[in-house]
């Protein structure tokens, strides 16, 4: 039975083992999806920078764009104001040339007029340089745009690379995960089956215990497991306020029918009288073989006079299936302090002072205290 005992508890504690690793594979796979979920949001940002920044590269490539454009058309308003100023130059080096109408000398009546017309062409030359100037630097602005496009669409290339990257680790710690989980979920199975064993082998062990307590011969209780179930319901009675009566039964002449007619007739007059207890008594009376011809019996919620007659009725079915074979009883009725030892001892004594009666049906007084 011990090797049972422990083959249960070393199952048992597998399955224990079992469930700690399971848990703490489980505890390692939230991990890695934890992980996994922060790294595709890292990813998530990422790419929505990249998206960002190629906004931006896009949008500053429209700006460039534009200010290329005002820089053509500011070119092209500094051409037209050279055009314009060198015509003038013309006009004032040759009267005339251009159409223009002069006093009737050919020559302008007033210097002032000259000096206002030289200013006029020299503002024009000016913005016709500042123009140049603009365009210029609208150019300068365009390619600075250009530039900070081109540096944002890098770092977009390397935001996505980098979103792709935090992904494929996403997706390596949920496999991680998904493997721990399979594991645990293995690990709980064998955990199962170990318990399912170790029940196995309790049941099997306890099958076993069942049998070893139980007299080969009779099917009773041995001595020494009776006690431990006496025990047991005394226990009982009194946490409950039942009452509770001890039969002691004495095989009558046992040693004679071993000496006249052989062991195996006096084994049979056991087995006749363990047969008639278990057949007449409730099934959940103990029936205890005390050593030799002795038994005892144990009977709860019964009072001394009901025990009594259960025990008739016994005779009488020892009386229809093996009339050559008969008993003698003693009752004890729990009392308060009595141990178990003390109580069988009080039913033994009952029943040497009734022994040489035999229990029959009438004799109200066999065995009784």
């Not at 083959?7 to 048992?12: E, L, M, N, T």
């Not at 006093?103 to 007033?110: A, I, N, V």
């Not at 205890?288 to 011809?293: A, K, L």
């Not at 019964?302 to 009752?331: C, H, M, W, Y």
Request: proline share 2%; glycine share 8%; with cysteine.
């Amino acid at each position: 039975m011990t090797p049972t005992r422990s083959s249960g508890a070393a199952r048992d504690a597998a399955g224990a083992e079992g469930d700690l690793a399971a848990q703490s594979r489980n505890g390692t796979s939230e991990q890695a999806d934890t992980a996994a979920e922060s790294r595709d949001r890292a990813a998530d940002l990422r790419d929505a920078d990249g998206t960002d920044r190629d906004t931006s590269a896009t949008e500053r490539d429209k700006t460039a764009g534009r200010r290329d454009h005002l820089a053509d058309r500011r070119d092209r308003s500094a051409e037209l104001r050279d055009f314009e100023a060198g015509g003038r130059d013309e006009w004032v080096a040759e009267p005339g040339a251009l159409g223009h109408t002069l006093p009737e000398d050919g020559r302008p009546t007033s210097p002032d007029w000259f000096e206002e017309y030289r200013r006029q062409l020299a503002a024009a030359r000016g913005a016709a340089a500042s123009d140049r100037e603009h365009a210029s630097g609208d150019r300068a602005a365009a390619a600075g745009e250009r530039e900070c496009a081109r540096v944002d669409r890098v770092a977009a290339g390397r935001d996505r690379e980098s979103g792709s990257a935090q992904r494929f680790l996403s997706h390596d710690d949920r496999r991680s995960a998904s493997d721990d989980r399979n594991s645990a979920a293995s690990g709980r199975t064998h955990a199962d089956n170990d318990r399912a064993d170790a029940l196995a082998d309790r049941g099997s062990a306890a099958r076993d215990r069942h049998h070893a307590s139980l007299d080969e011969l009779t099917g009773a209780y041995t001595r020494g497991a009776g006690f431990v179930e006496l025990n047991r319901e005394i226990a009982r009675s009194r946490r409950i306020a039942e009452s509770l009566v001890v039969a002691f039964v004495d095989v009558d002449h046992l040693k004679h029918i071993n000496d006249t007619d052989g062991h195996g007739a006096g084994d049979h007059a056991l087995i006749r009288v363990a047969e008639a207890l278990r057949a007449t008594l409730r099934s959940y009376d103990l029936v205890v073989r005390y050593g030799g011809d002795e038994f005892f019996a144990v009977l709860t919620g019964l009072d001394l006079a009901t025990a009594n007659e259960r025990f008739k009725q016994v005779a009488l079915k020892l009386a229809a299936t093996s009339p050559a074979v008969s008993i003698s009883l003693g009752l004890a009725e729990l009392r308060s302090g009595d141990t178990a030892t003390l109580l069988v001892a009080r039913a033994d004594d009952a029943m040497y002072r009734s022994r040489g009666r035999r229990v029959i049906p009438g004799d109200r007084a066999s065995g009784l205290l």
